[in-house]
Structure formats: structure tokens, C-alpha cells
């Protein structure tokens, strides 16, 4: 049945598909009042993954289908633009911890993705690929073929960065005991992207503007380091 | 951000076609802003992705008077902009190979890579924080 239909018309069918997802887990994210393993993202992707395999269809049948979704993330990013230029103020005033936790975070996410990787025997192909795992999706598949690596890996790999920060940001204060919003939201964005911008807005609009710039820094600067690193390994 | 409403300039009448252009103004300009930064990171070979030059570009822009469409069009985007991850998120199910193969070491890298990139962020920008609030007083 949901074979047929899905062929018949796959645009519609697919496009509404995926905002039913997206609603029905908003909703069950409010029922259980925000719990953290209730994650929207999470779930939607999970049902729509569920759907196409029941469905016989293709995933690539399925993006075809929603590329209309898919647009949205340009806009989307570029409307991250607006809660940075009401916390503008705020963020001047910030701009030396932004800095350092820029410069730290940075080396950090590249280093320690190296390191355990190649720690646990990761084949070459899969080191490359996870090195950019930190930054926004469009940045990383870039960053992830220009080193070497493969786009779809590096996608997974921002996905799997994504929910784990979108999990762990919630739970960031107690484990560092500080509960400074300003530093909980720059974490978020800087380590998980979208998904921790996502969170971050959550927690209040402040955490949110200081997500999207550790967003925004941290594809600029793992951007910076990857290049130089290719670079140096070029010689 | 909490609220649904269009945000109006202060004192200026909210009505209806009002609003309803000023939504189409803000869409062209956030495409625009997008279009333009990625011209302009390739035309000029700029080692920063187009989309971080869209966000600039729009930054300007909120400055001018035309400029406060932005946040109408804008505010229903970035309550739903995991909605719009959510097709590419799917592709996981192409990955199912790799992941049979090193998934495990995959997913041990990333989330143990994760955890220590943002605990460490974290901790640097309070510690730094505390520190020039502490110089200030």
C-alpha cells in the first residue's frame, strides 16, 4: 500500500511524510516535558529511515522527493544571522573568552577525533572523513572529500556529533560545574552544530546567539586548521 | 523568539499585506544573502564557506531600513531548522556498510571526540570569563 502511494506522487507524499516526522516528535517531545533522550531530531530521522525501508523505495528516490526540505537549510543558516545581531552587544563584551574557547575547541575536536580513531585502528579513509565532524554539515562534506575522506562518511559523522551534542549539552553545567549560559551555548554550537544550536535555544535566547557564533567560529577555524594540516601533510 | 508573532518596528501599524510582503522581502533577502556569499567565497577562492559569508552579508543587512523583513521571515525558520536536516539525516541509511564494518569504531571516535571537544570549550570560555569579569571589577 504505502509502496504504491509512495510512487504514485513521491514529492507530496515524502514532503508530508517528513512534517509529519518532524510534528509528531515535537509533540512527543513535549509530552515527556523535554527529556533528553526524547530528541526530535533523532526520532525523525529514525521514522522516516523506518518508512523508506518499508516503503521499497530508495533513499535516493526518497531526497529527490524532498529536495524542496532540503533548500531550506541555506535560508535557515543565513537566518542565524538575526539572534547574533540582537546579542550583539553581549558577544563584544564576550569577545576574548569566545577566543580562547574558539582556539581550545577547535584543536580539541580535530585532535581528539584523530587520536581515538586512530587509537581504536580506524582504516584511512575513516580518519579523514570524521576530522571535520564539529562543523555544520554543508562546511564538513567539503572539508571531508578536500581531505581525503568521503562526503557521505563525513555527513555521518556530523550526524553522530550532532546527537551526541544535543544530548550532552543539557547536562554540560553539572558536569563542568559552571552554569553560565553564554559558555553552555558556545560549547553546543561549536561541537554540534545545528543540533546543538537547536538545544541551545532551548535553554534561552542568549545560549542560543552564543551556539550559532560557536557554529560559525568553529567552520571558519576547522576550515583554517584542516588546510594548513593538508598542507603540512602534502610535504 | 518565543513568540510566533512578527516582530514590528516599534509603532508602526501591523496589518495583514503588510506583513504578508514583508515576509516575501525578508525571504528574498535571507536567499540573496545566501546567493551572494556563495558567489562571492567562489569568484574570489575565499577559504571561508559561502554560507558563513551569507551570514555576514545578512548581518549588514539587518541595518538597514529594508533590513527589518529579516526577522519576520526568518523566526519560523530557526524554530524549525532541524525540520530542514532531516532528509539529509536519512542518508544514514546508505551507510549501513561502512557502519557493519567500523561503526563501532565510528561511533566510539565521534561521541567519546564530542564529549571532550565540548567539555573543553565549555570550561575554557567560563574559566576565561570569570576571569575578565574578575579584572573588571
Not at chain 1, 563584551?93 to 580506524?122: K, N
Not at chain 1, 554540560?172 to 546543538?196: Q, W
Not at chain 2, 501599524?13 to 535571507?30: A, E, I, R
Request: aromatic share 6%; net charge positive; with cysteine.
Amino acid at each position: 500500500m504505502t509502496a504504491a502511494i509512495a510512487a504514485l506522487t513521491p514529492a507530496p507524499f515524502w514532503i508530508l511524510m517528513t512534517l509529519v516526522a518532524w510534528r509528531a516528535a515535537l509533540h512527543l517531545q513535549q509530552l515527556a516535558r523535554g527529556h533528553m533522550l526524547v530528541n526530535p531530531i533523532v526520532l525523525s530521522i529514525m521514522a522516516i529511515i523506518g518508512l523508506i525501508m518499508v516503503s521499497g523505495q530508495t533513499y535516493a528516490d526518497y531526497a529527490r522527493a524532498t529536495y524542496p526540505i532540503t533548500v531550506w537549510i541555506g535560508p535557515a543558516t543565513v537566518s542565524l544571522a538575526i539572534p547574533i545581531h540582537t546579542h550583539l552587544a553581549l558577544i563584544r563584551r564576550a569577545w576574548l573568552p569566545i577566543a580562547a574557547a574558539l582556539v581550545v575547541g577547535s584543536s580539541v575536536a580535530i585532535a581528539s577525533g584523530w587520536g581515538i580513531a586512530r587509537m581504536l585502528g580506524a582504516s584511512p579513509g575513516l580518519l579523514l572523513s570524521i576530522l571535520p565532524k564539529s562543523v555544520t554539515a554543508p562546511v564538513a562534506m567539503v572539508l571531508g572529500e578536500q581531505m581525503g575522506g568521503s562526503a557521505a562518511l563525513a555527513m555521518t559523522a556530523v550526524l553522530i556529533a550532532g546527537i551526541t551534542g544535543s544530548m550532552l549539552a543539557p547536562l554540560l553545567p553539572a558536569m563542568t560545574r559552571c552554569t553560565d549560559s553564554r559558555a553552555t551555548g558556545f560549547a553546543a554550537g561549536l561541537g554540534a552544530h545545528n543540533f546543538g544550536i537547536a538545544k541551545a535555544l532551548a535553554i534561552d535566547d542568549r545560549a542560543g546567539a552564543f551556539a550559532i557564533l560557536g557554529m560559525a567560529c568553529n567552520a571558519l577555524m576547522t576550515a583554517q586548521i584542516l588546510l594548513l594540516v593538508s598542507i603540512m601533510m602534502a610535504r | 523568539m518565543d513568540d510566533h508573532e512578527p516582530a514590528r518596528p516599534s509603532g508602526a501599524p501591523t496589518n495583514l499585506v503588510g506583513t504578508g510582503s514583508d515576509v516575501v522581502t525578508g525571504l528574498c533577502l535571507l536567499f540573496g544573502a545566501q546567493w551572494a556569499g556563495d558567489a562571492l567565497a567562489r569568484l574570489f577562492g575565499l577559504p571561508i564557506p559561502g554560507t558563513i559569508v551569507g551570514i555576514g552579508l545578512a548581518l549588514v543587512l539587518v541595518g538597514f531600513p529594508m533590513g527589518r523583513s529579516l526577522p519576520i521571515a526568518a523566526r519560523p525558520l530557526l524554530h524549525n531548522l532541524p525540520l530542514f536536516l532531516v532528509p539529509i539525516g536519512a542518508s544514514l541509511i546508505n551507510q549501513a556498510e561502512i557502519l557493519r564494518h567500523e561503526g563501532f569504531v565510528l561511533l566510539l571516535a565521534v561521541i567519546g571526540s564530542t564529549v571532550l571537544t565540548m567539555a573543553a570549550t565549555h570550561v575554557t570560555f567560563a574559566v576565561t570569563m570569570r576571569w575578565i569579569e574578575g579584572q573588571r571589577r
